[in-house]
């Protein structure tokens, strides 16, 4: 599992559990090491900017619930890559329709309202 995929799953056990998440849970969560997850910990906290704690008093580490709620960034793309799979989903469209079209219509609306793609 990548790292990136690892950020993902820990955001989605924090913000599912209302209660400080033990290590233990995520370690079997994830099938990875403690040295592993500490690591993810620091790049959540000190790239991604997450208010992740460690509460003592329940031996488990949350989202600050004192400060704004927090999400990961957004799936970026620049226009090319944009347009590409736009041009792909269309081709997809001829061979079975529907296949990704729901999944992609907000990107169709954005583009749209940014002018660059006619739908």
């Known amino acids: 599992m990548s790292r990136m995929d690892r950020t993902y799953k820990i955001h989605e056990i ?4 209302r209660h400080p998440v033990a ?7 994830l099938e990875t090491s403690r040295n592993t997850i500490t690591r993810d910990f620091e790049f959540l906290r ?6 992740l704690i460690y509460s003592r008093e329940y031996n488990g580490h949350l989202y600050d619930p004192n ?15 944009l347009h590409a ?7 997809l469209e001829n061979v079975q329709p529907g296949l990704i ?9 954005g583009a749209a309202v940014a002018g660059g ?3």
Do not use: N, T, Y
């Open 46 to 51: 000190d790239a991604l900017g997450a208010p």
């Open 101 to 109: 079209a729901f999944h992609l219509s907000p990107l169709k609306k």
């Open 67 to 81: 400060a704004p709620s927090f999400e990961l960034p957004g799936f970026w793309m620049k226009p090319a890559e």
């Open 117 to 119: 793609v006619r739908s």
């Open 23 to 29: 290590m233990r849970i995520f370690m079997a969560e």
């Open 14 to 17: 924090l913000k599912a559990s």
């Open 85 to 91: 799979l736009l041009a792909c989903e269309q081709l």
